[in-house]
């Protein structure tokens, strides 16, 4: 008997596929987007109101002149807003997060000063993520974090990353390079895999070990130590910790109204497109049964935040009793990559 389908529990609008940044990792710069064609504020009213967490991305969102009311027609339809920016326009970020201070941010960077802004092709980046942290902060939000995507590039400032996190009490989440539609890569890959994994390993053993005095962020950096538990099996290519739940548990709306199954695939899977047909309509329907077929039979081994997060959160004994496995490892001097 088949599962019964019930709404998503997490979204991640794409606002737009324009961005100001030039990722090595990131092709989204290059494709064609026509302003003109973003959906807006009332097509996202069109969401039902079930989402436990909705995240904002891009492209870079903050090039939307209309983020605040995004904000806006999004907060009845999710317990929690996030926004993923690089942090560069500090004035539209604070004018959003002024108005809306419960919403999180997650600014990216991609290592320290120098590494960071040559990786993202934004002179003067890291300066002013950290500018956009001070004013975000002085205008009331509370939920302020840093983001990094692994490769073999940065990884030896990842922990020092981390460790600047810590010091201005900012969490860090991390995910590692992918190629899909979604980032317009497929060349993608980590030339130095044994180096990268040793370099993640340190990380994931420090996150374990965290000493945060604030007991949110500590706890979530053993979570974070799951997910790059998976992002040192996606490496090495194994399969994730924890079955995809891509257009079940989680669904991607793009700038055009399109809702995907997720931004992982090598083409969109899309199931309808909200500016045509209701939201009931769309993730009930055939088409959309047809994508959780292709879901089950893909092969991708994606892990990723976005599909990583609702995994655990629908089987959460996983994470937690290995959590609980290696923090012991760790006590007794054990190595946290062997299984046994």
Request: glycine fraction near 8%.
């Amino acid at each position: 008997m088949r599962k019964r389908i019930r709404y998503p529990k997490e979204a991640c609008f794409i606002s737009t596929y324009r961005c100001n940044a030039k990722c090595v990792m990131c092709g989204i710069w290059q494709k064609r987007a026509g302003e003109g064609k973003e959906i807006g504020p009332s097509n996202l009213k069109k969401l039902p109101s079930c989402f436990k967490r909705i995240n904002i991305s891009g492209g870079e969102p903050s090039l939307r002149d209309d983020l605040p009311e995004i904000v806006e027609a999004l907060r009845s339809k999710s317990r929690k807003i996030d926004i993923s920016t690089n942090g560069y326009l500090t004035e539209k970020l604070v004018e959003t997060g002024r108005k809306f201070p419960d919403t999180a941010f997650r600014i990216s960077l991609e290592g320290m000063q120098e590494l960071n802004d040559r990786l993202r092709g934004l002179k003067g980046g890291f300066e002013k993520a950290l500018e956009s942290i001070e004013e975000l902060r002085a205008a009331g939000v509370g939920d302020i974090g840093l983001s990094i995507v692994i490769s073999d590039k940065n990884k030896n400032d990842l922990l020092k990353l981390y460790r600047m996190a810590v010091e201005m009490d900012l969490d860090l989440s991390s995910s590692v390079i992918h190629n899909s539609f979604y980032f317009n890569k497929f060349d993608n890959r980590i030339e130095n895999i044994e180096g990268t994994i040793i370099e993640v390993q340190k990380f994931i053993g420090e996150l374990l070990r965290s000493k945060r005095k604030n007991i949110r962020l500590r706890v979530k950096d053993w979570g974070r130590a799951f997910i790059d538990y998976g992002i040192i099996k996606y490496i090495k290519g194994e399969n994730r910790p924890i079955v995809c739940s891509a257009a079940k548990d989680f669904c991607f709306l793009d700038p055009y109204g399109n809702i995907m199954a997720c931004n992982g695939s090598d083409e969109p899977w899309i199931l309808g497109n909200i500016k045509n047909e209701s939201f009931d309509r769309i993730w009930f329907g055939d088409k959309a049964r047809e994508i959780r077929e292709k879901v089950l039979q893909c092969r991708k081994k994606c892990w990723m935040v976005g599909s990583a997060r609702p995994a655990m959160r629908s089987k959460p004994w996983i994470p937690v009793l290995w959590i609980i496995k290696n923090k012991i490892k760790l006590s007794i001097g054990r190595d946290i990559l062997n299984e046994k």
